[in-house]
């Protein structure tokens, strides 16, 4: 069974930071890509970040981009979202998932497995 976990979330001032982990079990990391999504209450699950595993590359929305910095520890099936410059809209719950095509989409529907989510609060 495939199992992922997220972890790092809190509660931080608007500037600060935040690393997110999605700790990965009941698969091999090799040949997936992860996605980070993040949903804000009343709003639609969006795509966040992405790392394709097998070569490293990375892939960010444009509000996060030069902010946000994904990658992974393969190794320990490990993912991490280092979150810089964090803002009150950066709210939200993050998830993060797995693409067994190793893609790294934005499009949810090409995510298999999905963890719990962690909730991240920037307060102004």
């Known amino acids: 069974e495939v199992q992922l976990v997220e972890s790092g979330g809190g509660l931080v001032q608007a500037g600060g930071s935040l690393r997110l982990s999605c700790a990965g079990s009941?698969?091999?990391?090799?040949?997936?890509?992860i996605g980070w999504f993040r949903q804000a209450p009343g709003k639609e699950r969006e795509w966040v970040s992405s790392i394709s595993l097998g070569d490293g590359r990375t892939y960010y929305e444009d509000s996060v981009k030069g902010r946000f910095t994904t990658s992974s520890d393969n190794a320990k099936n490990t993912v991490y979202m280092q979150m810089n410059s964090l803002n009150p809209e950066d709210t939200a719950v993050y998830y993060c998932a797995a693409d067994y095509g190793g893609w790294g989409t934005s499009w949810k529907c090409d995510y298999e497995s999905w963890g719990q989510g962690t909730q991240v609060t920037v307060s102004s």
């Open positions: 009941g698969l091999t990391f090799d040949g997936y890509a």
